[in-house]
């Protein structure tokens, strides 16, 4: 019974193995532009993801600062690759444990 309960569980294994291998070759462009997403902005948000998903260029978050011009996201939709901020009542304090940017904490 062991040996037909492993045979079982190593033919689902493989099988959701190969189908994940699938999805994500398949899928490929969708995993570096969110990871070039997240390079850049840092998080991304429900509407960028949707973005992502249709295979859309990705806009800024909604409380992104763009680095250069101080003020709301930008219209342009830059490519440069310089970090920005994003807008929090408790940005500088640092003691929010979860949340904003990584070098809050």
Do not use: C
Request: charged share 35%; net charge negative; hydrophobic share 30%.
């Amino acid at each position: 019974t062991a040996r037909v309960i492993d045979e079982e569980i190593r033919d689902f294994i493989d099988r959701n193995y190969e189908r994940a291998q699938t999805i994500l070759k398949e899928n490929m462009d969708i995993l570096h532009a969110m990871a070039a997403a997240l390079i850049k902005y840092e998080t991304i948000d429900t509407n960028q993801i949707d973005q992502l998903m249709e295979r859309k260029e990705v806009s800024p978050p909604r409380d992104w600062i763009d680095p250069d011009s101080g003020s709301g996201a930008s219209a342009s939709g830059s490519s440069e690759d310089k970090p920005g901020k994003k807008e929090s009542s408790k940005e500088g304090k640092g003691d929010d444990p979860i949340g904003g940017p990584a070098s809050l904490h």
